[in-house]
């Protein structure tokens, strides 16, 4: 309306208020946060530089152009905060849109109550397309749960009772009785919604460094502009308004406002990139110290392998007995304890098809193992005290089975030895893919483990992992941490949570293998994988180093472009809307957009992952 006003009404009063309500409208927002920087933390910002020369251009009679400066840079603010705000929505849309009311079941009644109405310990019952509304304990059905919201995992995980379940998760198929652990406000959605809000309160070295060139660049500015009109009005003895105007490209044009905006925008787009895809991460200083980490440090137990045990090896010592007959023995004996090498054989019986019985008798002898009676015949299983004085020549096969980081349990009868069972902990199978890339990327890995010489050899050599150092104590990997920082070696550290947390915290970053319902990992880690895939650690250093690419890129157009125009308004080449137009809105936009680039990005990790799933359904469909 100005526009038209000036140009084709040619009615001058009315352009200059419609110029002066746009300027107002547009930039009262600006007025405020250079004001507020200014009287409260005595800052010179961006918006100082802006403000001042929309009202200098106002002063000179230039309204059309003091309107647009105002306007334009309006509009590279309002990127930055639209851009922020859309990639934040999608987390705050997982807290919006999980389930206001849930059905809770009591004395045989189902209601319909507030979720924040359902105490712990309350019974929930989630129907097959429910969204789960609180954590808790599964008491009652099976079902397949999309965990998608929360982990980024697209195949759904079967679910069973005593499994926990969340908040937020959608259940698929089944009817499912959940006991309520966890209120609305402390439930693991909710911890990772409050986490994402406090983003900004760790920031990287690129945003601390715009921060504090801002303070310092903005007077600068000021006080170059100003004296581009002093000096020659003072040597003239005359003020001209052509001076002014130049001096008001000048202050407009160097404004660093695309610089500015760039930073932020790109972080905040990786980081809720990496919280979609399961990898919640308190800051983009953490982010941005992965892409320049050297050393990756892994501890053993819980990170490179499940911490689950698995028998490897069932090695029949006496005539007559097969590895099926005697993991049948085993099993048997082994079906009433709930020690974890029970368990593992338990299992390993079930998975191979072996149907086991209950023993006639059953005995545990505390500190070295069980014995009972399976169809009428005695045996024993326990550790190598159980066996000491028999006759049999197990020595050569024992000795193999824990140079190669094995755990024996031995199996005997009344007439001696019957066999030996070897077991290790699983390794993750995601982790010999895992190393191999971090080769690839030439970055070093080391091991760090409480477990003794033998077996942290055999494992390291099978992953191929190039140092590790056994029998540390917690206090001994901060050591080893603390060497390596001290040579000024960036390293990070992946643990499972609290035994590692000093090494964590030592560490340039800490990386907890927490699993999306450790209270204590989420603390403990500056980046949590909130499933325990640690196979996700190359799509972070993908993303790591994209996003500081990004911001490099986004650097260097900024300082490039704003230092030919600067060079051009000082030369009085490049008018005040150019300036603005060009240096400042087109600027802003482009580099947003370069950021905006970051929520979509997948990395070679996931491209890869994504392919393999692809041939593996072509390849059952064939199959069928």
């Known amino acids: 309306m100005a526009i038209i006003s000036q140009r084709i009404i040619l009615n001058t009063k009315i352009a200059f208020l419609l110029?002066?309500?746009?300027?107002?409208?547009?930039?009262?927002?600006?007025?405020?946060?250079?004001?507020?920087?200014?009287i409260y933390k005595s800052r010179f910002d961006v918006e100082l530089l802006v403000v001042t020369a929309g009202i200098g251009a106002f002063l000179i009679g230039e309204v059309e152009e003091g309107a647009a400066v105002i306007f334009l840079f309006s509009i590279a603010s309002f990127l930055e905060r639209y851009t922020s705000y859309r990639a934040r929505k999608s987390i705050r849309d997982l807290m919006e849109t999980s389930p206001e009311k849930a059905v809770i079941k009591k004395k045989g009644i189902e209601a319909i109550v507030p979720v924040e109405e359902v105490e712990l310990g309350d019974i929930v019952i989630c129907r097959p397309g429910d969204k789960i509304p609180l954590?808790?304990?599964?008491?009652?059905?099976?079902?397949?749960?999309?965990?998608?919201?929360?982990?980024?995992?697209?195949?759904?995980?079967?679910?069973?009772?005593?499994?926990?379940?969340?908040a937020g998760t959608l259940n698929i198929d089944g009817y499912l009785g959940i006991r309520v652990i966890k209120k609305k406000h402390d439930t693991v959605l909710a911890r990772v919604l409050e986490l994402v809000e406090q983003y900004s309160k760790s920031k990287s070295r690129y945003e601390r460094f715009t921060e504090k060139f801002s303070t310092y660049y903005t007077p600068s500015v000021i006080a170059l502009a100003i004296l581009s009109i002093a000096v020659p009005a003072l040597r003239y003895g005359t003020l001209q308004a052509s001076w002014?105007?130049?001096?008001?490209?000048?202050?407009?044009?160097?404004?660093?406002?695309?610089?500015?905006?760039?930073?932020?925008?790109?972080?905040?787009?990786?980081?809720?990139?990496?919280?979609?895809?399961?990898?919640?991460?308190?800051?983009?200083?953490y982010l941005e110290t992965v892409a320049s980490t050297e050393v990756f440090?892994?501890?053993?137990?819980?990170?490179?392998?499940?911490?689950?045990?698995?028998?490897?090896?069932?090695?029949?010592l006496k005539d007559g007995i097969s590895p099926e007959g005697l993991l049948r023995i085993a099993a048997s004996l082994e079906s009433r304890s709930e020690h974890p090498i029970a368990k593992a054989i338990v299992e390993k019986a079930r998975k191979d098809?072996?149907?086991?019985?209950?023993?006639?008798?059953?005995?545990?002898?505390?500190?070295?193992?069980?014995?009972?009676?399976i169809d009428g015949t005695w045996y024993a299983m326990g550790s190598e005290t159980m066996i000491k004085g028999s006759n049999s020549d197990y020595?050569?096969?024992?000795?193999?089975?824990?140079?190669?980081?094995?755990?024996?349990?031995f199996v005997m009868d009344k007439e001696?030895?019957?066999?030996?069972?070897?077991?290790?902990?699983?390794?993750?199978a995601e982790i010999i893919p895992l190393l191999s890339r971090l080769r690839e990327l030439g970055l070093k890995t080391l091991m760090l483990t409480g477990d003794n010489e033998n077996t942290a050899k055999a494992i390291a050599r099978e992953i191929g992992i190039e140092i590790f150092r056994a029998n540390l104590l917690p206090e001994d990997k901060v050591n080893v941490i603390e060497k390596l920082t001290k040579k000024g070696i960036v390293t990070t550290m992946i643990g499972d949570g609290i035994n590692d947390a000093p090494a964590l915290a030592r560490s340039s970053v800490g990386i907890v293998m927490g699993g999306i319902g450790s209270d204590a990992a989420i603390e403990a880690g500056d980046i949590v994988l909130l499933r325990d895939n640690i196979g996700k650690l190359s799509y972070l250093i993908d993303l790591s180093?994209?996003?500081?690419?990004?911001?490099?890129?986004?650097?260097?157009?900024?300082?490039?472009?704003?230092?030919?125009?600067?060079?051009?308004?000082?030369?009085?080449?490049?008018?005040?809307?150019?300036?603005?137009?060009?240096?400042?809105?087109?600027?802003?936009?482009?580099?947003?957009?370069?950021?905006i680039r970051l929520l979509f990005f997948e990395g070679e990790h996931l491209k890869i992952q994504g392919t393999l799933q692809c041939k593996g359904k072509i390849i059952g469909k064939g199959n069928n």
């Open 19 to 38: 110029y002066a309500l746009a300027s107002i409208i547009s930039g009262y927002r600006l007025v405020l946060e250079a004001g507020r920087e200014l």
């Open 135 to 166: 954590d808790g304990i599964i008491v009652k059905g099976r079902s397949s749960v999309n965990e998608a919201p929360l982990t980024g995992e697209s195949i759904p995980v079967e679910k069973k009772p005593g499994d926990m379940v969340y």
């Open 244 to 285: 002014i105007y130049r001096s008001l490209s000048f202050l407009v044009i160097s404004c660093p406002c695309a610089l500015a905006i760039s930073i932020p925008v790109s972080m905040v787009s990786a980081l809720t990139n990496a919280t979609r895809r399961g990898i919640l991460i308190k800051g983009s200083r």
């Open 297 to 316: 440090a892994f501890d053993k137990t819980g990170t490179l392998t499940k911490g689950e045990l698995e028998v490897t090896d069932v090695i029949p």
């Open 353 to 373: 098809g072996i149907e086991f019985v209950e023993p006639d008798s059953f005995i545990a002898h505390i500190g070295m193992g069980v014995s009972g009676k």
């Open 395 to 409: 020595e050569k096969i024992v000795s193999k089975l824990r140079s190669g980081g094995k755990t024996c349990v």
């Open 416 to 428: 001696g030895l019957v066999g030996v069972i070897g077991l290790r902990d699983a390794l993750r």
């Open 545 to 595: 180093r994209e996003t500081v690419g990004v911001v490099k890129q986004n650097i260097i157009a900024s300082v490039t472009i704003k230092l030919a125009l600067a060079l051009l308004a000082a030369l009085g080449k490049v008018p005040l809307w150019v300036a603005v137009g060009v240096g400042d809105v087109g600027l802003s936009l482009v580099v947003t957009l370069n950021a």
